[in-house]
């Protein structure tokens, strides 16, 4: 069993930035691969971004790339996987949650992840 703990969350102006933690319990926490998806009231959980076990690919939702700076990265020394988001805009505001992928398949498809954090919210105001 993985336990994932988001942190990070909160209100932030447009235009302004944070950077999401996901602390993973499991021991072998370097051997998942690890994303993160979103979901805005009334709307489906959605992808936002992927990291494989290695750190050495990164995977990216066509819908953020272009709208705002994204990046994830991951710590394995740490257990900690990171989203950092530039130039938020209200449209981002959604509850944010990390995901660990054990098997192989497509990391854009929540349906492949297998562990869950609760979630932490982002709040950004016009």
């Known amino acids: 069993q993985v336990q994932l703990v988001e942190s990070g969350g909160g209100l932030v102006q447009a235009g302004g930035s944070l950077r999401l933690s996901c602390a993973a319990s499991?021991?072998?926490?370097?051997?998942?691969?690890m994303g993160w998806f979103r979901q805005a009231p009334g709307k489906e959980r959605e992808f936002v971004a992927a990291?494989?076990?290695?750190?050495?690919?990164?995977?990216?939702a066509d819908s953020v790339k272009g709208r705002f700076t994204i990046s994830i990265s991951r710590d394995n020394a740490k257990n900690t996987v990171y989203l950092q988001m530039n130039s938020l805009k209200p449209e981002d505001t959604a509850v944010y949650y990390c995901?660990?992928?054990?098997?192989?398949?497509?990391?854009?498809?929540?349906?492949?992840?297998?562990?869950w954090g609760q979630g932490t919210q982002v709040t950004v105001s016009s």
């Open positions: 995901a660990a992928k054990i098997y192989s398949g497509t990391p854009y498809d929540k349906a492949n992840f297998n562990y």
């Open positions: 499991a021991r072998t926490f370097s051997g998942y691969a």
């Open positions: 990291i494989t076990w290695t750190g050495s690919s990164t995977y990216y």
